[in-house]
């Protein structure tokens, strides 16, 4: 059974970088099936997808975070993480890592969740 | 890329069938068969109940059903249960290997 899990700091203050990495277990990251995602849902609110990453290292970003955004796979350690710089309160949200599906040779449905990862940007 | 838009709110009592519905454009939902809908129960990660529009994962219930017309793209739940209250949120490829999440729908079962 995959499993995803993100690990990173809880409090991260203003204008610093968030990070966050996501460990994946009972399957490989090296798989030309799936993407490696991050999403966000600040509290009481929607879902926001971040960005993917392909196990080649190829990157997609939402274009309102993508100059703040890096998305990174580490193949040998079957990680991939997120970089999220110059924070401020409305980056205050829980982060999930995921796993997207490929459908129709584009990207498609997330299959798998991690629990999520509440951070919280303050001083 | 814009949100796609959902009602806020639907309701339904036990047994009754309820639809929400997802309106995007042709950039999104209208262009690409690549719609999927998400359960969410409170503190709980996401689930997916049906992708690329009409299909189930294993093990979801065959209460639930999508589809697609034009920019919009709709569940259906049929013979809604208590346990179906939860928020529904819909999302779709948006090309450029972007994708968009709705905003969300909150299901309450009366």
């Known amino acids: 059974q995959l499993q995803l899990q993100e690990s990173g700091p809880g409090l991260v203050k203003p204008s610093e970088t968030l990070s966050l990495t996501c460990t994946v277990s009972g399957g490989s990251i090296s798989s030309s099936s799936y993407y490696w995602g991050w999403i966000r849902q600040p509290p009481g609110k929607g879902l926001e997808w971040i960005g993917t990453i392909f196990y080649s290292g190829n990157t997609y970003y939402n274009p309102s975070l993508k100059s703040r955004v890096t998305i990174s796979v580490d193949t040998s350690k079957n990680q991939f993480s997120l970089k999220l710089s110059s924070v401020t309160a409305a980056d205050t949200a829980v982060y999930y890592c995921?796993?997207?599906?490929?459908?129709?040779?584009?990207?498609?449905?997330?299959?798998?969740w991690g629990q999520g990862t509440l951070v919280t940007v303050s001083s | 890329q814009s949100a796609l838009t959902q009602p806020a709110s639907v309701s339904g009592s036990p047994g009754q069938s309820i639809t929400i519905s997802c309106t995007g454009t042709?950039?999104?939902?209208?262009?690409?068969?690549?719609v999927s809908w998400y359960r969410q129960h409170p503190g709980k990660a996401p689930k997916v109940m049906i992708y690329e529009v009409t299909k189930r994962p294993s093990g979801v219930s065959n209460r639930f059903s999508g589809s697609k017309s034009g920019n919009t793209a709709s569940l259906t739940i049929s013979g809604v249960q208590a346990e179906d209250e939860a928020d529904y949120y819909c999302c779709s490829y948006a090309g450029g290997s972007t994708v968009v999440f709705g905003g969300g729908t909150k299901l309450t079962v009366l």
């Open positions: 042709s950039s999104d939902v209208g262009s690409y068969n690549l």
């Open positions: 995921a796993r997207l599906r490929l459908e129709r040779r584009r990207m498609g449905s997330v299959d798998y």
